[in-house]
T-cell receptor, first 111, second 115 residues
Framework: GQQVMQIPQYQHVQEGEDFTTYCNSSTTLSNIQWYKQRPGGHPVFLIQLVKSGEVKKQKRLTFQFGEAKKNSSLHITATQTTDVGTYFC???????????FGRGTSLIVHP | NAGVTQTPKFQVLKTGQSMTLQCAQDMNHNSMYWYRQDPGMGLRLIYYSASEGTTDKGEVPNGYNVSRLNKREFSLRLESAAPSQTSVYFCASWGLAGGLNGELFFGEGSRLTVL
């Protein structure tokens, strides 16, 4: 079945440094979604990318969808302590619309 | 709007005991899901219900049963709990949030410990 791989598993940064997490799928995705989960909280939808090569920005967050629609990345510029949490990518498996989640990247920001 | 509501938030069970996790959404969504989250494993789909009256297995269904009671409610039952079912369980519903594509709306989670 479809696999969604996400790296790194953990990332420690000093506040103000940049952060990137990468997501790779074993199959072509019709779309990819990103979610954020704060420590002790529940996943919250951030964004969805649909088009090949698409780039979307939300303030300091930049999301990219690869040309082949098999990979994606989330880049945070100048991290803040409020960015702490686990970031998940999710893509629909096969012909289904049901998202398969990557294992997530936990971001730890040191003040 | 409460969104997705799960109960209980915490539960401790002994091996072999049974329990039901309740989930309700007030967003009139058709699809509902149960995920479990274990450290380093991400979110794994247990069961889902594409619409009222239908349920299907996800990635890790063994040891669980579900009931889609009506459009609002989707419950998850552990008939004979095992320590391997110690996890955080999330219920979610799928719907549109003003855009063209859907997203998952999650409940706050139910932390289950099986001794």
């Amino acid at each position: 079945g479809q696999q969604v791989m996400q790296i790194p598993q953990y990332q420690h940064v000093q506040e103000g440094e940049d952060f990137t997490t990468y997501c790779n799928s074993s199959t072509t995705l019709s779309n990819i979604q990103w979610y954020k989960q704060r420590p002790g909280g529940h996943p919250v939808f951030l964004i969805q990318l649909v088009k090949s090569g698409e780039v979307k920005k939300q303030k300091r967050l930049t999301f990219q969808f690869g040309e082949a629609k098999k990979n994606s990345s989330l880049h945070i510029t100048a991290t803040q302590t409020t960015d702490v949490g686990t970031y998940f990518c999710a893509g629909p498996s096969g012909g289904s619309y049901i998202p398969t989640f990557g294992r997530g990247t936990s971001l730890i920001v040191h003040p | 709007n409460a969104g997705v509501t799960q109960t209980p938030k915490f539960q401790v069970l002994k091996t072999g005991q049974s329990m039901t996790l309740q989930c309700a959404q007030d967003m009139n969504h058709n699809s509902m899901y149960w995920y479990r989250q274990d450290p380093g494993m991400g979110l794994r789909l247990i069961y889902y219900s594409a619409s009222e009256g239908t349920t299907d297995k996800g990635e890790v269904p063994n040891g669980y049963n579900v009931s889609r009671l009506n459009k609002r409610e989707f419950s998850l039952r552990l008939e004979s709990a095992a320590p391997s079912q110690t996890s955080v369980y999330f219920c979610a519903s799928w719907g549109l949030a003003g855009g063209l594509n859907g997203e998952l709306f999650f409940g706050e989670g139910s932390r289950l410990t099986v001794l």
